[in-house]
């Protein structure tokens, strides 16, 4: 084993102005939910937080236009019912293409693969249409139901069960009459945890920031996504931008609380699926 | 690869018991069951809706006709000298390239500081990935201010060093140099982790001949590196121009006040999903006139990632490093 290239100290300063580029686009986001309306106007522009925050946080949610509390609630919602539901089927999917003999199952991963490289966003028309027979407009169903299960899911678990799940347990547990189901459950779930997990956590932050279709079928300001009053927020007529950035500052929170206590797992999940890729 | 589930124990005898039974049953069909929610979803929303946006673009579909007349392929016709659109085409195309071929260089670059012997290393590694985990729609907001333009922080650093204000928002190519910075700012670290991972699993023993021959850190890097991953960044590149050509959140919210899916008031930045959600839905609901530049869409889509695949083939194949790399390899 050979050793990896010494850090230089050139090295660490491209890497702080890196980071520096990183985060301070999300730091000037709490600055400025933090400053009074006036913020956006001055010269030089604030770069420390200011003590305005209870203040706009008061605001935003007595703000008429944007609901932005039914838009967190909802936001929620959705994105906690798709993670356990896309958690679910792709565990049990994954467990059936990585163990268990059926005809056609080369075949099926090929067409599940080729379904990751299709821009599915284009069908977004039909899908319309499709939520309007089905009455679903304006309504969570409408971004909850088609999420529940994806290609990259299916193929992520599919990936990690056949080298983390031993074959000679799945054998062990059938021997002492265990069905399939039960296998899954008892044997193969326990074994897939910490994939699922990353699963989950890529799943919830990629359901939370979803505007395009969100955008597309739910039309009634009364009851958006969170990412939805941002929007209502940010198109509004009168721009109070301390108002609009607390609401990007809250909507963003949730999400760098998952990365700030799952980072590692995350990153881990990212980098063992370029590999595999 | 794995022992075979539905071969019968040995040590079992063949009695018809109805637990035997329903055992071979499961083994034999549970399978299916287990894949099929995937595949139903997957054809009620996923399949269909794109077949179908096909149907509805040789129609004159819109929300409130009742008969739908088949008008064959005079959408896409009427689209092909539609001056918006190509507009629209010029606009995600010139976004794309001045968006991908840096962040993907930077990206690169970037991964080469990352695998190095470095204290504190997740914590390098989030630094650059945080920006791919916040809310695309709040950045957008937040680049729309940074690049304002009479209180935007970019322009007031480029004040500072004595550069004349930007319109971000007016200038058509200024806009896309604005759009492109959020969506590299977003995927930079992201695809450098990606590039990371591949670098890690190129053996230190090659690099360490290669110095023996006396090639330096950059003919290192161009010669082992990059030829070792092109397959990675053939499959950063197919993606980069999946999502690259469908872009929408970004645009669509750097914009705001009247009629911002135009994409400012002379469609400076509006993409090609910009434009169709512009003719498909609010304000003019043309759902069938919206699907042919869905499907438009997707040949480009289509053309674009065959095309970067063809370049890239052709770069890597020319560096006579990489067949060297690779034979040593092997």
């Known amino acids: 084993m050979s050793r990896l290239w010494r850090a230089s100290p050139l090295t660490y300063a491209a890497l702080v102005l890196a980071a520096f580029l990183s985060i301070f686009p999300i730091y000037w986001m709490f600055v400025v939910a933090s400053r009074s309306s006036d913020a956006m106007g001055q010269v030089p522009p604030p ?126 547990a059938r021997m002492d009459g265990c069905g399939t189901w039960r296998v899954y459950w008892n044997v193969v779930l326990p074994a897939l945890r910490p994939a699922a997990a990353v699963l989950g956590l890529l799943t919830f932050m990629t359901t939370w920031n979803d505007f395009l279709w969100p955008y597309a079928v739910l039309n009634d300001p009364e009851n958006p996504t969170v990412q939805l009053s941002l929007r209502a927020l940010s198109d509004g007529y009168y721009q109070d931008m301390s108002q609009v950035f607390t609401g990007t500052a809250i909507a963003t929170l949730p999400l760098l609380l998952v990365f700030v206590l799952f980072g590692r797992q995350i990153i881990g999940g990212i980098m063992e699926g370029a590999v595999k890729a | 690869m794995s022992v075979q589930l539905d071969a019968r124990p040995p040590v079992l005898p063949a009695p018809t018991t109805r637990s035997h039974r329903l055992s071979r049953f499961d083994t034999r069909y549970s399978p299916y069951l287990y894949i099929t929610p995937f595949f139903l979803l997957f054809a009620v929303f996923g399949a269909y809706p794109l077949a179908y946006t096909f149907w509805v673009s040789l129609h004159d579909w819109d929300l409130l ?160 590196t990059v030829p070792l991953l092109k397959p990675t960044i053939i499959f950063a590149v197919i993606i980069s121009t999946i999502g690259g050509l469908q872009l929408f959140t970004e645009p669509r919210l750097f914009h705001s006040g009247t009629n911002p899916i135009r994409g400012g008031p002379l469609r400076e930045s509006q993409t090609v999903t910009m434009y169709m959600f512009e003719n498909a839905f609010a304000p003019h609901y043309n759902f069938g006139y919206g699907s042919a530049v869905a499907w438009l869409l997707f040949a480009l889509i289509a053309i674009v990632a065959a095309v970067n695949v063809l370049i890239i083939r052709r770069l890597g194949g020319q560096t006579p490093g990489g067949r060297a790399a690779k034979g040593d390899l092997r």
């Open chain 1, 47 to 172: 770069v420390t937080p200011g003590g305005n925050l209870g203040a706009n946080i008061a605001r935003l949610f007595g703000n008429t236009d944007a609901y932005f509390l039914t838009g967190l609630i909802n936001s929620a919602i959705v994105a906690t019912t798709v993670t356990a539901s896309v958690v679910f089927f792709s565990t049990l999917a994954g467990f059936a293409f990585a163990k268990l003999r059926f005809r056609g199952r080369n075949a099926l991963l090929m067409v599940i693969i080729a379904t990751m490289m299709v821009p599915t966003q284009l069908g977004v028309i039909p899908l319309y249409l499709l939520m309007t027979k089905l009455n679903w407009n304006d309504r969570l169903p409408a971004v909850i139901v088609p999420a529940l299960v994806t290609g990259f899911g299916v193929f992520m678990m599919r990936q990690y069960a056949g080298q983390a799940v031993s074959t000679e347990l799945i054998e062990a």
């Open chain 2, 65 to 224: 006709g009742t008969d739908h007349a088949f008008v064959g392929a005079e959408n896409y016709t009427r689209l092909l000298a539609d001056a918006d659109f190509w507009h629209a085409v010029v606009n995600t195309l010139g976004i794309f390239v001045i968006s991908t071929v840096p962040q993907l260089l930077a990206a690169l670059w970037l991964a080469n500081l990352l695998n190095r012997q470095l204290r504190a290393r997740t914590g390098w590694r989030m630094a650059v990935l945080i920006p791919n985990v916040t809310s695309t729609a709040a950045v957008a907001i937040v680049f729309g201010v940074l690049f304002g333009r009479e209180f935007g922080m970019v322009n007031w650093l480029l004040d500072l060093i004595g550069i004349d204000a930007v319109g971000w928002k007016s200038n058509r190519f200024a806009s896309w140099v604005a759009i492109s910075a959020m969506v590299d700012w977003r995927w930079t670290g992201y695809n450098a982790l990606i590039f990371l991972a591949a670098m890690q699993a190129i053996p230190r023993d090659l690099y360490e001949s290669a110095a023996i021959d006396g090639a330096s850190r950059a003919r290192q890097f161009w010669s082992i």
